[in-house]
């Protein structure tokens, strides 16, 4: 009677953690597989009702996102996303560069150096991670039409260092402490200068987390959608604000809208496979380890 | 004079300010514009009437208590955090106790729960408009019609904007909650455990007597985290509702966006942003309080 009462409650609960995960791996996973089934559909086949799963896949929403045509219709609202990719690289690539250049040093004397005013200047740089972002985008929209910097590359790689500069000098400063103090004083007894500990030591040792900063910075960028939108225009729109460009008054292309969410989603996925130890970290500007 | 200078310069005396230098200039270039906007928030800048500009003081505040929509943009600012904020960190929770119990495939469910936490939050948003298209054509529609749903319309109805917004804002941010909770109930220590199972604790009690309070500077973390990010989110209901219909999902920021970009308001703009701001600092010093409280009751 008690073993087949405990077998019946065994049973039970795996059907219980069976159904959990299959209602958490749905939840997660479906809406990836229904955009990449959207984007391969012909409009006819995206309209049908109800929802087919069952189709022949077209290749079309991708050409068109290459060739940068509709197809035939309204050829006026033609987003050009091949540029808004190259567009998303080259800021990203630029803003995460400046901010390392500048973040290195930084992170390394708010790592290893006591002077006054320090916890100051970590706090304000911590504090922009929770700013709202309209706070600044309108003085800055203000500022970039008057110095010419409005729809440049230039100008944005400097406004995304509100997202990146702080998060660099952060993340870096996070993994500089955790070099042993130890062997910071052996190199300066051979006679290291702080820049010879800063070359030396500090570099080589914490070259991953500096990989991982990068990266996971690089991302941040791409994911940056409300910045760009009022400081960019459309020959340097990035994919983020080029994807809603297939929403238009007339219509919503949605073919070519889930091609261009897949196409934008892609590098990401693929980079958060390099640094999946460290997402929660970098998310928390180093908070969690 | 210059001997003491000399001596402060072997000393090593000035060497941080040096080696903060590059950032402390593209810090001054964020502070800059922000002083310039905090200065505009006190003019009448209209972008189109340049004319017309007057410097006011704090008029554009008090206009904003007559105005019938800040009001319902701050109730559903605060709204929308409250009722976000509760149910990612309630289910955040649920999902990381439940990926904590050694399920068979956990590492495959965490690896994969990345997935949404790192696209664009605005991709995000276009996935879920596509899915919850209101005809019969959307698949979330169809999915619910078996369940003997009626179709919803999404984002035309008041309170299937604000469901929609909630739902999306949800799927991308639940896996940030959950891992940060698994982190942390991966790093507690197993003591507490042995002691309240030697004193008869069942599972519940266990829960509730020392899984939570162990875990509760995490779950402040994420909580911290989530309000922060949900009193100021923007992109998901830009790309879905742009804050309508009627109003029913403007937010602080919405609303400041739309003063300064579509009615190029930008005194008014900036005195909505600079009250979003404020919020902001205020929330994030009751949450810091409460953070220092769940720290020192673990140690």
Redesign the interface.
Known sequence: MKTRSVTYERTVRHVV?AL??AL??V???F??V??LL?SLKSPAD??????TFTFTPTIDNYAALVVGEQRGQYSSTRPDFPRFFLNSIIVSIGAVA??V???I??A???AR?N?PG?DT?AF??LS?????????V??????YQRLGLYNTHAGLI?AY??IT?PFT?WMLRSFFMEIPLEIQEAAKIDGCS?LGVLGRVILPLSAPGIAVTVILGF?FC?????YP??LAGRQTFP???G??QFISYEQVL?GQ??A??IV??VP??L??LMV?KY??RG??MG??K | MTKSWRRHWRRGTFLPYLLLAPAVVLLAGMIYPFALGVYYSLTSYWLQYPNRFRFVWFDNYVDLLEEPLFVRALEFTLGFTLVAVVLQVGLGLAVALFLHARIPGRAAIRALMLMPLMIPPVITALMWKIMMASTNAGILNYALSFLGVAPINWFGSTQGAIVSVLIIDTWGNLPFVALILLGGLQALPTEPYEAAQVDGAGPIAMLRYVTLPLLSPFIVLALTFRAMDSLRIFDVIYATTTGGPNDATTNLQIMAYQYSFQWYQMGKGMAQAIVLLLLVVMVSYLLMRLWNRASESTQ
């Open positions: 953690i959990a995960s958490l791996l939840w997660t996973v809406p990836f229904w955009i959207t995206i309209l049908s009702v109800p929802p400046l901010s250049a500048a973040g040093p930084a390394y004397a708010l150096f002077f320090k200047l304000v740089l922009f991670r929770f700013v709202p972002f309209i706070a600044f309108i003085p800055l929209y203000i500022l400097l260092q509100l500069l000098v702080w991302m791409w994911n940056a959608f409300n939108l009022m994919v983020t604000v994807a809603i949605w809208m889930a261009a969410t934008a989603a990401q996925l980079l958060s999946q997402i929660v998310l928390t908070a969690v």
